[in-house]
């Protein structure tokens, strides 16, 4: 008697233990937040510098207009330096993204454990559609609310309440997120083009109610050039994207990777018996 083999998908919809899917996430991190400090590197830093460059010359400006401070020894270039040079901040940006994907894979991997009992997507299916809701709730909710802003920009009185609401729309991000998904669950005996429309609706409606309750935070200088600000946030908007796009297809690839390895085996225990 010979048995038929099932495909993949019906066998595990993501392959492998925790502790496998744990060290694909990892892998897969690493060379997303890689991916992400390169892109960082070479679109980011020059508009960072830019940045600096108009807040040094606003401090020289200030300074120019209080004499007596200067005189008294508190002059711009006497400042301390700082504790990390520029090189050193544009090179450490590989290891703190790199660490951060990893941290992130490792909560991916966690996520996909989790979601795979719940669905009957394949692996790579799963680990993209994961990836494009984590960067919905993480990245996009909260950046359309509170977008980044270059280093020039921003009161440090502020900065507590500013992380309190970054948070809060974080949690709004990953509750919009979690009710698309369940409305489109809930939706499961209706057409697929429905159930998609009903999910979106719901994610729409929860971020729309979400950005009226929460307070805006507008602390641009009239002055600031406004292409510099827009460039940074584009920057900064390309570097989450570049990370967690690379998260989802590294953790794809090496899913798929991984089932086509595992699959002669399965194969040949098939046609024994």
């Keep these: 008697m010979s048995l038929t083999s099932p495909t993949p998908s019906a066998v595990v919809p993501l392959l492998g233990s925790l502790k496998t899917l744990l060290l694909r996430g990892l892998?897969?991190?690493?060379?997303?937040?890689?991916?992400?400090?390169?892109?960082?590197?070479f679109v980011g830093e020059p508009k960072v510098?830019?940045?600096?460059?108009?807040?040094?010359a606003d401090s020289a400006k200030a300074e120019a207009h209080q004499p007596g401070e200067a005189t008294a020894g508190h002059s711009h270039?006497?400042?301390e330096e700082p504790l990390v040079s520029r090189t050193g901040q544009k090179?450490?940006?590989?290891?703190?993204?790199?660490?951060?994907?990893?941290?992130?894979?490792?909560?991916?991997?966690?996520?996909?454990?989790?979601?795979?009992?719940?669905?009957?997507?394949?692996?790579?299916?799963?680990?993209?559609?994961?990836?494009?809701?984590?960067?919905?709730?993480?990245?996009?909710?909260?950046?359309?609310?509170?977008?980044?802003?270059?280093?020039?920009?921003?009161?440090?009185?502020?900065?507590?309440?500013?992380?309190?609401?970054?948070?809060?729309?974080?949690?709004?991000?990953?509750?919009?997120?979690g009710l698309g998904v369940f409305v489109h669950k809930a939706l499961a005996a209706q057409q697929e083009t429905f159930r998609l429309i009903g999910g979106v609706a719901a994610f729409v409606l929860i971020v729309v109610l979400g950005y009226i309750l929460l307070p805006g935070i507008n602390e641009v200088k009239a002055d600031f050039p406004a292409s510099l600000l827009w460039q940074f946030r584009a920057a900064s908007l390309a570097e989450s994207a570049t990370l967690w796009a690379s998260l989802g297809l590294a953790f794809a690839a090496l899913t798929e990777f991984a089932t086509r390895a595992s699959t002669p085996v399965r194969e040949q225990v098939a046609t024994t018996g």
């Design 91 to 177: 090179a450490g940006q590989f290891l703190a993204l790199g660490l951060a994907g990893m941290a992130f894979g490792a909560i991916f991997a966690a996520a996909a454990h989790f979601a795979r009992r719940y669905t009957t997507l394949s692996g790579p299916r799963l680990a993209i559609g994961l990836a494009i809701g984590g960067w919905a709730a993480i990245v996009a909710v909260p950046f359309f609310k509170y977008p980044a802003n270059p280093p020039a920009v921003g009161d440090p009185d502020t900065i507590n309440e500013r992380t309190w609401l970054w948070v809060a729309a974080v949690l709004l991000g990953l509750a919009a997120v």
């Design 27 to 41: 892998l897969a991190g690493l060379i997303a937040g890689l991916l992400a400090g390169t892109v960082g590197y």
């Design 49 to 56: 510098d830019a940045a600096i460059a108009i807040e040094e």
């Design 77 to 79: 270039g006497d400042e």
